[in-house]
C-alpha cells in the first residue's frame, strides 16, 4: 500500500520514521500470518508498506481489514490523506544477500533528509 507524500505537510517523513520504530515495527513483528513487512519511501513522493504473507488467504484477510480502517490509520493521520493504492503483488523470489537480513525498525538514513 502506498501514500503520496506530494502534498504531506513539512517533517511528515520525520514523523513517519519515528512512528515505525516506536509502534508499527512492534505491531507487525507480532503480526499472524506475516513473513516480513518493509517500510520505503522517497521523500516529498510516497510512503508505502510492503507485505509478504505465508498464504494468499493471510493476504487477503489483511488486506480486508484494512481497507475498512485505512482512512483513518495512524500513517493516514501523520501524512493527511489516505493510501493512493492498496493492491496484492506476486512475490516472485526473495534472496538474502552475504550480509545477512536485518530486522530493524530503524535504518539509517542521510542527515539531511528532513
Known amino acids: 500500500m502506498r501514500w503520496s507524500l506530494t ?3 513539512k517533517g511528515t517523513l ?3 520514521r519515528a512512528y515505525v520504530e516506536d ?12 513473513r516480513f513487512k518493509t517500510w520505503r519511501a ?11 504473507f505465508v498464504s494468499t488467504e493471510a493476504r487477503e484477510a489483511f488486506q480486508r ?3 475498512v480502517v485505512a ?18 503483488s506476486e512475490v516472485i523470489g526473495v534472496v538474502r544477500g552475504p550480509a545477512g537480513f536485518r530486522s530493524s525498525g ?6 539531511h533528509d528532513d
Do not use: C, N
Request: hydrophobic residues 40%; aromatic residues 12%; proline residues 9%.
Open 7 to 9: 502534498d504531506a505537510p
Open 14 to 16: 520525520k514523523a513517519l
Open 23 to 34: 509502534e508499527s515495527y512492534a505491531k507487525f513483528a507480532g503480526l499472524e500470518g506475516l
Open 42 to 52: 522517497v521523500k516529498g513522493q510516497w510512503f508505502e508498506g510492503s507485505y509478504v
Open 65 to 67: 481489514s484494512f481497507e
Open 71 to 88: 482512512a483513518d490509520s495512524a500513517v493516514s493521520q501523520l501524512i493527511g490523506s489516505p493510501p493512493v493504492t492498496i493492491e496484492p
Open 106 to 111: 530503524r535504518f539509517e538514513h542521510a542527515p
